[in-house]
Structure formats: structure tokens, C-alpha cells
Antibody
Framework: EVQLVESGGGLVQPGGSLRLSCAAS????????MNWVRQAPGKGLEWVSY????????YYADSVKGRFTISRDNAKNSLYLQMNSLRVEDTAVYFC??????????????WGQGTLVTVSS | EIVLTQSPDFQSVTPKEKVTITCRAS??????LHWYQQKPDQSPKLLIK???QSFSGVPSRFSGSGSGTDFTLTINSLEAEDAATYYC???????????FGQGTKVEIK
């Protein structure tokens, strides 16, 4: 069974930092690309960042570029999101999502349960 | 950026009724359109991938159709457990260009 479990969320002051983790199990983590997606309270879904299976290719949303860093440790089956210079508008539930590629195309097929990040003074 | 516009934004439906949600793309995306269900305080769950392919374990009352710019999610014979917000997602290009629709909330009368 595919499982993605996020952790590391919490309350942080504006300008502060947090590191989110996503522990993967039930599949061969090293062969899958991964993403972070967030959802502000009562709002829709917003893609945050992507990382290839090897970690060699990375993309960020403009809203977090230069402040957030995505990484992975394939030996530990884990995905990370280092968030610096946090802003009030970064308040959201952060989900990790598995990136599945096939002959039909690509899709995010499994998501974790999410971890809440609250940026407030 | 490809913009996805869902309609309606909200729908109140009685059990066993048929529900139709549409997602229109601002440019052609082939079949690179997926549907997710999100219940309160839960993560999104994949229902339909590549416009019309059912994801593993999804009840048969959920179906998808369309290609190009116009797509439809249909829920036949709505059940109480289907109360949720439904999102479409397009994956026609590189991941940093993927976009979601704004969501359609389905409420049970």
C-alpha cells in the first residue's frame, strides 16, 4: 500500500523557518518524481515544488522561489521542503504528492494527509 | 499559463441524482486532465486520470469524458458519501506549469 506521511508543520513567526518531511512507503521511492502542493485555509490547491527521482531537476512556484528548497534522501525514502523567510501568506496545509508517469502521460496519483503550517505573530 | 475553469462552483444535490461537473481549459490539453475528490480535512483523492480512465478502487458511478478543452466529470446516482469538493488538474506540460481548476463543492440536500 502506497503511503505518504508528512510531518514538521507548526506555528512559526513571519520571517522564520520550518522543514517539512514526507516519509514514503509501499513503493520504490527512488524511481518516482515527487511534488509539494499546498492549500491555504478555505482555498484551492496550489502546486509548490517538484523534484525528479534523482534530485537533479527541480522546479518552484514563483511565489516560493528563492525561499523554499525541495530535496530528497532516497536512502531514507524521504522528501523534504525547507521553508525560509516565511510569510503570512504561506499559511496552508502542505501535501506531498507522488508523480506517476506512464505511456498515457503523467499524474499525481497518491497524496499524503498533509501538515499544517501557520505563519503568524 | 493554462487556466482551468470549473462549473458550477457549487451544487446542492439529492441522493441518487446525477451530477455533472465541467472543466474548460483555456487552450487544448489533449487528454491530460485529471479529477480529484477532496473531503473536509482530507487530502485530494484521484478519481479519474487522463480524462476518462478510472483510478484503482474508485466506484463505478464516477466517470469522466472529454478531450481538448472541454471535460466532464459525472457522478451517477449520487451517494451521501460523495459530498466533497471536486478539482480538475491539467498536466499537459512540465510540472511547474500544471494548474488546478478552482473547485466545485457538491453538497447533499
Amino acid at each position: 500500500e502506497v503511503q505518504l506521511v508528512e510531518s514538521g508543520g507548526g506555528l512559526v513567526q513571519p520571517g522564520g523557518s520550518l522543514r517539512l518531511s514526507c516519509a514514503a512507503s509501499g513503493f520504490t521511492f527512488t524511481t518516482y518524481e515527487m511534488n509539494w502542493v499546498r492549500q491555504a485555509p478555505g482555498k484551492g490547491l496550489e502546486w509548490v515544488s517538484y523534484i525528479s527521482s534523482s534530485g537533479s531537476t527541480i522546479y518552484y512556484a514563483d511565489s516560493v522561489k528563492g525561499r523554499f528548497t525541495i530535496s530528497r534522501d532516497n536512502a531514507k525514502n524521504s522528501l523534504y521542503l525547507q521553508m525560509n523567510s516565511l510569510r503570512v501568506e504561506d499559511t496552508a496545509v502542505y501535501f506531498c504528492a507522488r508523480h506517476y508517469s506512464s505511456s498515457s502521460g503523467v499524474v499525481w496519483d497518491y497524496w499524503g494527509q498533509g501538515t499544517l503550517v501557520t505563519v503568524s505573530s | 499559463e493554462i487556466v482551468l475553469t470549473q462549473s458550477p462552483d457549487f451544487q446542492s444535490v439529492t441522493p441518487k441524482e446525477k451530477v455533472t461537473i465541467t472543466c474548460r481549459a483555456s487552450q487544448s490539453i489533449g487528454s491530460s486532465l485529471h479529477w480529484y475528490q477532496q473531503k473536509p480535512d482530507q487530502s485530494p483523492k484521484l478519481l479519474i486520470k487522463y480524462a476518462s480512465q478510472s483510478f484503482s478502487g474508485v466506484p463505478s458511478r464516477f466517470s469522466g469524458s472529454g478531450s481538448g478543452t472541454d471535460f466532464t466529470l459525472t457522478i451517477n446516482s449520487l451517494e451521501a458519501e460523495d459530498a466533497a469538493t471536486y478539482y480538475c488538474l491539467q498536466s499537459s506540460s512540465l510540472p511547474h506549469l500544471w494548474t488546478f481548476g478552482q473547485g466545485t463543492k457538491v453538497e447533499i440536500k
